[in-house]
């Protein structure tokens, strides 16, 4: 059976990176329209109700101008952007969040793809503030950087561009404390109180790090490394696109690189920290291209179309 694709912004950085993830394969086919039909309000409506699958790569409006075109009830939606992440009626994309999440997304006509950044926070976080062992209400920092081109289109002008040598080689930004993902970090996770978001850009092009600073004595059950980390393994088991690094790798490690994880659909978590001591670095390592944009999309349309899950992210 072959199934009909239109990805709707094709031609953006995740669109392109949507597109490259599905090349070859013979049980999709694929609409796609010039430069000019894309801008034909009846061609590109035509489109979304064809296929059987849209995927949107637009920004948040466009992409609920999108949404509000498709008339066919059979048409099944992946939406990149920010705009239905809390929807009421919309499935969250992260196969791996909690249980039964899985199989949210394979009956769904409607599924939001995560953030890349929450990936990340969401896979350290949510299943602990499952198991108790961080409260609900616990105030809670993420701290993180990306490759610039988690930025877009933009931002990787900035730093591939003519101007690129005047590009800075790190920078902290969403110093307004108002950043997008903060009400898709803090619903999934169960908190009750927003996240502290600080997010940063290097100068490279992917591959990010998310990590969570834990003050254990905070916590109003006392617990451990151990009991957390053992948390996250247990969380996780059977999973193949996030493992969970073993606390004798992450003892002997004295670096982590952004960049360890490009090309691939995995996150690989760690918990640092002194077994005896009263401090965990709950860290995140992923490739924003990847399980944090275009992965997650596929691995998501496999789960929507009844294909096998990792079809093309192996």
């Known amino acids: 059976m072959t199934h009909t694709i239109f990805i709707d912004g094709e031609a953006g950085t995740t669109g392109l990176e949507i597109r490259e993830r599905l090349k070859g394969r ?47 009830p059979t048409v099944k939606v992946i939406d990149a952007s920010t ?32 953030g890349c950044y929450p990936t990340g926070f969401l896979g350290l976080v949510a299943p ?22 988690g930025g877009g289109k933009s931002m990787i002008a900035e730093f591939e561009g003519p101007d690129a040598a005047k590009a800075p080689p790190y920078r902290a930004y969403g110093l307004g404390l108002k950043h ?23 100068a490279y092009r992917q591959g990010m790090i ?25 969380a996780y088991e059977g999973e193949r696109f996030v493992e969970v690094a073993s606390l004798e790798e992450t003892e002997a490690m004295t670096g982590l690189t952004p960049e360890g994880l490009n090309g691939t659909n995995s996150m690989r ?12 670095r709950l860290v995140a390592l992923l490739d924003n291209l990847g399980k944090g944009a275009s992965g997650a999309a596929v691995q998501n349309l496999n789960l929507m179309l009844g294909l096998y899950e990792a079809t093309g992210l192996e």
Not at 183 to 191: D, F, K, N, S
């Open 83 to 114: 705009a239905y992440r809390v929807a009421s009626g919309w499935t969250y994309g992260f196969a791996e969040l909690r249980p039964g999440q899985r199989e949210a997304i394979v009956e769904s006509k409607r599924v939001s793809n995560p």
């Open 210 to 234: 998310v990590e969570v600073p834990l003050q254990l004595a905070a916590l109003p059950s006392r617990t451990s490394i151990e009991v957390i980390h053992g948390a996250l393994v247990e």
């Open 26 to 72: 013979g049980e999709l086919s694929f609409i796609s329209l010039g430069e000019a039909d894309r801008k034909d309000p009846a061609k590109r409506k035509e489109a979304l109700n064809a296929a059987d699958l849209v995927i949107l790569c637009l920004p948040d409006d466009a992409a609920r101008e999108a949404v509000a075109m498709i008339d066919s």
């Open 269 to 280: 978590l760690h918990v640092f920290g002194d077994r005896e001591g009263e401090q965990v």
């Open 180 to 202: 997008k993902h903060v009400p898709e970090m803090t619903r999934h996770a169960g908190l009750t109180r927003d996240v502290l978001f600080a997010p940063s850009v290097g």
């Open 128 to 149: 602990l503030v499952r198991e108790g062992i961080i409260p609900g209400f616990l105030p809670m920092t993420v701290n993180a950087v990306s490759g610039y081109s």
